[in-house]
């Protein structure tokens, strides 16, 4: 089962009530760029320098107290939606505004019905949020969150053949020119997806992404034998997942 609903999460998912194995998301980062995309040396595996602004498709202003509440009602609804021994791998970033550093776990420890596992460092080797006075952030988080009341389920890191990465720091660079999802801002890499839902989930299991974008997540899982529900707001990136998502099914009859 595939199903990628169009809408925001607290509209399309109200049914996944203790229902979800394994929840992998990214939600807009509240980066406040706007104005065309400059692509600086991804294309050559490097450093991107000059992608200041480019976040399109999301309204990425928010002001940074109404983002927070609504990451912190975000991650209360994942609590309800995960299963007992469910994993939440939530994608994420420090980001820097006005030389200060604004960091997720500001509004992770606000939510003390989720318990923090794992810490993955995503190496992306990119960035659309720069100060020329700071380090250029092109690392990304990657946190791996149970329910404080739930059974604790350990990963697949040990029984898993073909999982590509297994510490904790994963080298994917993102290159835009070779992605499948150019249209997309801020995509997610399909080696990504697919070591998240191989270590935290097992086949037949249903993985959820309520921030959808450009569906990779959805791909992986179908690819991977597993179930998927998820939700996405945009409905440009939601008619070209489901396009995307008719290629895959079409590879794997």
Same mark, same amino acid.
């Given at each position: 089962?595939?199903?990628?609903?169009?809408?925001?999460?607290?509209?399309?998912?109200?049914?996944?009530?203790?229902?979800?194995? *394994?929840?992998?998301?990214?939600?807009?980062?509240?980066?406040?760029?706007?104005?065309?995309?400059?692509?600086?040396?991804?294309?050559?595996?490097? =450093?991107?320098?000059?992608?200041?602004?480019?976040?399109?498709?999301?309204?990425?202003?928010? !002001?940074?107290?109404?983002?927070?509440?609504?990451?912190?009602?975000?991650?209360?609804?994942?609590? =309800?939606?995960?299963?007992?021994?469910?994993?939440?791998?939530?994608?994420?970033?420090?980001?820097?505004?006005?030389?200060?550093?604004? /960091?997720?776990?500001?509004?992770?420890?606000?939510?003390?019905?989720?318990? *923090?596992?794992?810490?993955?460092?995503?190496?992306? !080797?990119?960035?659309?949020?720069?100060?020329? /006075?700071?380090?250029?952030?092109?690392?990304? !988080?990657?946190?791996?969150?149970? =329910?404080?009341?739930?059974?604790?389920?350990?990963?697949?890191?040990?029984?898993?053949?073909?999982?590509?990465?297994?510490?904790?720091?994963?080298?994917?660079?993102?290159?835009?020119?070779?992605?499948?999802?150019?249209?997309?801002?801020?995509?997610?890499?399909?080696?990504?997806?697919?070591?998240?839902?191989?270590?935290?989930?097992?086949?037949?299991?249903?993985?959820?992404?309520?921030?959808?974008?450009?569906?990779?997540?959805?791909?992986?899982?179908?690819?991977?034998?597993?179930?998927?529900?998820?939700?996405? *707001?945009?409905?440009?990136?939601?008619?070209?997942?489901?396009?995307?998502?008719?290629?895959?099914?079409?590879?794997?009859?």
């Amino acid at each position: 089962m595939i199903d990628l609903r169009l809408g925001s999460y607290e509209d399309c998912l109200k049914d996944q009530i203790q229902s979800i194995d *394994l929840l992998f998301t990214s939600p807009p980062y509240n980066i406040g760029s706007g104005g065309p995309r400059v692509d600086g040396f991804r294309h050559r595996g490097g =450093k991107d320098k000059k992608s200041y602004g480019g976040i399109t498709g999301y309204k990425d202003t928010l !002001r940074e107290g109404d983002y927070q509440d609504s990451q912190i009602a975000f991650l209360r609804w994942c609590v =309800k939606a995960l299963k007992e021994d469910g994993v939440l791998v939530y994608n994420h970033k420090p980001r820097r505004k006005n030389g200060v550093m604004i /960091h997720p776990m500001q509004w992770l420890l606000a939510v003390p019905d989720l318990v *923090l596992m794992e810490e993955i460092i995503w190496d992306r !080797r990119s960035t659309h949020n720069h100060d020329n /006075h700071l380090f250029w952030p092109t690392t990304e !988080r990657l946190y791996v969150l149970r =329910k404080a009341d739930g059974r604790y389920r350990y990963e697949n890191n040990g029984n898993v053949r073909d999982l590509q990465f297994r510490d904790d720091h994963w080298d994917i660079p993102l290159n835009p020119r070779k992605a499948t999802d150019k249209n997309h801002a801020c995509p997610f890499d399909t080696r990504l997806a697919d070591n998240v839902i191989k270590a935290f989930s097992d086949p037949g299991d249903l993985v959820c992404d309520p921030y959808s974008g450009s569906g990779t997540t959805a791909a992986s899982a179908q690819r991977l034998d597993r179930n998927f529900v998820g939700s996405e *707001l945009d409905a440009k990136y939601h008619r070209e997942s489901l396009k995307r998502l008719n290629a895959v099914q079409r590879e794997l009859v």
